[in-house]
Nanobody, 123 residues
Framework: VQLQASGGGLVQAGGSLRLSCTAS????????TAWFRQFPEKEREFVAS????????YYTDSVRGRFAVSTDSARNTVYLQMNNLKSEDTAIYYC?????????????????WGQGTQVTVSS
C-alpha cells in the first residue's frame, strides 16, 4: 500500500488545518493508522493513532483536546484535524499504516509510511 499525505501549510497560531492521508494499492480497512511528526534535528514522535478496529484513538498529551484523528473508509483516507495550533506544533507530519495494528505509539509499529507534509504555525 502507498500512502499520500497532504494538507500541510502555513497557519497563524490559534488556527486550524486538516491533514489527509490517502491509501492506494490496498484498502485502509483493517489497518491501524497513525500520525507522527518530526522537528528539526529530532527523532520522529508520535502524535495520534487509530486502532485497526477504529474504536479507539490515542493521542500524545500535547495535542489531546486539540487534534482529532478520523477515517473515511469510502475514500480510503485518514484525517488529522488540528485545531488551536501552536508554534510548537510546527513540524513535518507523517502518516503511517500497519495491518491489524493496535495503534502503537512507536514508529517501528508501522510498516507503511507516507511522505511528510510541512506544517508551519506562525506566532
Amino acid at each position: 500500500v502507498q500512502l499520500q499525505a497532504s494538507g500541510g501549510g502555513l497557519v497563524q497560531a490559534g488556527g486550524s488545518l486538516r491533514l489527509s492521508c490517502t491509501a492506494s494499492g490496498n484498502s485502509f480497512a483493517n489497518y491501524s493508522t497513525a500520525w507522527f511528526r518530526q522537528f528539526p534535528e529530532k527523532e520522529r514522535e508520535f502524535v495520534a493513532s487509530l486502532h485497526w478496529k477504529g474504536e479507539w484513538a490515542y493521542y500524545t498529551d500535547s495535542v489531546r483536546g486539540r487534534f482529532a484523528v478520523s477515517t473515511d473508509s469510502a475514500r480510503n483516507t485518514v484525517y488529522l484535524q488540528m485545531n488551536n495550533l501552536k508554534s510548537e506544533d510546527t513540524a513535518i507530519y507523517y502518516c503511517a499504516g500497519q495491518p491489524y495494528g493496535t495503534g502503537a505509539s512507536r514508529s517501528n509499529g508501522y510498516v507503511y509510511w507516507g511522505q511528510g507534509t510541512q506544517v508551519t504555525v506562525s506566532s
